[in-house]
C-alpha cells in the first residue's frame, strides 16, 4: 500500500504563489499518475490537476488552468503543485492521490491519498 505524506501549503495573500509536496512511498512511483483534489469548507472534493506516470501529460480543472502547475519527480517519488496567483476561491484543504482506477478527473477512483494540507488565501 503505498503512502502518502504532504507538506507546503500555508496562508498567503490573494495573487500570491505556494507550492504543495507529496511524497510516496511503497511501490513504483513513476509507473502511477498523480493527482491533485481540494476541498473547501462545506463543499465537495473536487479535482485539480493529474499528471501521468512519466510526467508527459496533465490535465488541470479550468479554475485552475494557467495558475497552477502540476510537476513530478520520480527520482524523488514526489509530486508538485505549484500554485500562483493565487485567489480567495482556492481556499480548501488539498489532497494528493494515487492508485486511480477510472476516469482520472473522479476522486472516489483513487485508491491512496495524503493527509490534506490546508491553503488559505486571503484578501
Known amino acids: 500500500q503505498v503512502q502518502l505524506v504532504q507538506s507546503g501549503g500555508g496562508l498567503v495573500q490573494a495573487g500570491g504563489s505556494l507550492r504543495l509536496s507529496c511524497a510516496a512511498s511503497?511501490?513504483?512511483?513513476?509507473?502511477?499518475?498523480m493527482a491533485w483534489f481540494r476541498q473547501a469548507p462545506g463543499k465537495d472534493r473536487d479535482f485539480v490537476a493529474v499528471?501521468?506516470?512519466?510526467?508527459?501529460?496533465?490535465d488541470y480543472a479550468d479554475s485552475v488552468k494557467d495558475r497552477f502547475t502540476i510537476s513530478r519527480d520520480n527520482a524523488k517519488n514526489t509530486v508538485y503543485l505549484q500554485m500562483n496567483s493565487l485567489k480567495p476561491e482556492d481556499t480548501a484543504v488539498y489532497y494528493c492521490?494515487?492508485?486511480?482506477?477510472?476516469?482520472?478527473?473522479?476522486?472516489?477512483?483513487?485508491?491512496?491519498w495524503g493527509q490534506g494540507t490546508q491553503v488559505t488565501v486571503s484578501s
Open positions: 492521490a494515487t492508485g486511480v482506477r477510472g476516469p482520472l478527473r473522479t476522486d472516489w477512483n483513487y485508491g491512496s
Open positions: 511503497g511501490r513504483t512511483f513513476s509507473r502511477y499518475a
Open positions: 499528471i501521468s506516470g512519466s510526467g508527459d501529460t496533465t
